[in-house]
T-cell receptor, first 116, second 108 residues
Framework: DTEVTQTPKHLVMGMTNKKSLKCEQH?????MYWYKQKAKKPPELMFV???????INESVPSRFSPECPNSSLLNLHLHALQPEDSALYLC???????????????FGQGTRLTVV | QKEVEQNSGPLSVPEGAIASLNCTYS??????FFWYRQYSGKSPELIMF????GDKEDGRFTAQLNKASQYVSLLIRDSQPSDSATYLC????????FGAGTRLTVKP
């Protein structure tokens, strides 16, 4: 199984809502990532979890809250988002948090988030 | 600030031609280099990675790395319309950084 599964595929939420994005992999990868991608822009790193511990938080606003319940799951909890947060949210996993681990990294299909 | 620069394009080549995609990076300490293909509305897909100076070939794709010039390129031989996509250069230096991508169109 060489897949990273993200749910939901699409999400529309109001600015007062609370929602969660989910990501799952069963490849035994020990590093998992959240990226945000706006249209015609490159993916921007948000968070890195390595061995279930938060290793990087790229100055992301607190309305985004990551969680790694176990080595296979990664969540992104959303609260009080703004319309400018509308984007494609990508989850990725790699063997480990090192350059060579990315030779076998995979991205999920993403969650298209619209904040209204 | 670590920079990964790509020409945004669009780059248009006829079917069967060689497409050449270029990328420069700012941090001399960067260790590993990756090329991703991203179709519109889809997630990035790894095409190639290269760690050492020189060329690395995989089928119709060749990655070239020159660390002295801080330059990495991707050549696509015998380009096909299905190669039409945005190609993202990514550089690893303690984390993965992506360039803005070059949009390639292969015309039949």
């Amino acid at each position: 199984d060489t897949e990273v599964t993200q749910t939901p595929k699409h999400l529309v939420m109001g600015m007062t809502n609370k929602k969660s994005l989910k990501c799952e992999q069963h490849m035994g990868h020990r590093a998992m990532y959240w990226y945000k991608q706006k249209a015609k822009k490159p993916p921007e790193l948000m968070f890195v979890y390595s061995y279930e511990k938060l290793s990087i938080n790229e100055s992301v606003p607190s309305r985004f809250s990551p969680e790694c319940p176990n080595s296979s799951l990664l969540n992104l909890h959303l609260h009080a988002l703004q319309p400018e947060d509308s984007a494609l949210y990508l989850c990725a996993s790699s063997q480990d948090w090192a350059s060579r681990g990315w030779a076998e990294a995979f991205f999920g299909q993403g969650t298209r988030l619209t904040v209204v | 600030q670590k920079e990964v620069e790509q020409n945004s394009g669009p780059l248009s080549v006829p079917e069967g031609a060689i497409a050449s995609l270029n990328c420069t990076y700012s941090d001399r300490g960067s260790q590993s280099f990756f090329w991703y293909r991203q179709y519109s509305g889809k997630s990035p897909e790894l095409i190639m990675f290269i760690y050492s100076n020189g060329d690395k070939e995989d089928g119709r794709f060749t990655a070239q790395l020159n660390k002295a010039s801080q330059y990495v390129s991707l050549l696509i031989r015998d380009s096909q319309p299905s190669d039409s996509a945005t190609y993202l250069c990514a550089v690893w230096d303690n984390d993965m950084r992506f360039g803005a991508g070059t949009r390639l169109t292969v015309k039949p």
